[in-house]
């Protein structure tokens, strides 16, 4: 599991001084960005190889709101990868008061030049990698 951590601001907020909760799901990617990084794969090589990995599906469950300064953590790890679809978990926190303010996946399918693309031909050393990470939880 990788820790992303983010301060609520001004602008993320609604007129009731909640965020408001299309922050959340930008929140995920966000994390999601995160995790491919330390992960050793980032955006921006996989998109220089020719792969991409859109958002296939998205759900999220908001419990309790965050405001304004609200230092927050969004911890995300892998769901489950087939190596053709990758779906990630997040619990979004409140850093100081522990609450879980939200809870939610993302599905992904890999796309190499426009069409599906299946890890292990594509990149196998990323596919290996996704697999012992998967092993490890």
Not at 5 to 15: A, C, Q, S
């Amino acid at each position: 599991m990788y820790s992303y951590k983010r301060t609520v601001f001004y602008h993320e907020t609604d007129k009731m001084g909640i965020t408001h909760h299309s922050n959340y799901i930008k929140w995920m990617e966000e994390a999601r960005v995160y995790f491919l990084e330390q992960f050793g794969a980032p955006f921006d090589q996989l998109e220089a190889k020719g792969i991409a990995s859109p958002v296939a599906g998205l759900s999220i469950d908001y419990r309790k709101p965050c405001t304004f300064a609200d230092h927050m953590v969004v911890e995300v790890e892998v769901k489950s990868y087939t190596g053709v679809k990758l779906e990630f978990e997040y619990t979004i926190k409140n850093e100081t008061t522990g609450d879980i303010c939200a809870t939610g996946t993302s599905r992904h399918c890999f796309l190499y030049g426009g069409s599906i693309g299946v890890m292990q031909k594509v990149d196998p050393e990323l596919h290996a990698r996704f697999l012992k990470y998967m092993e490890n939880k």
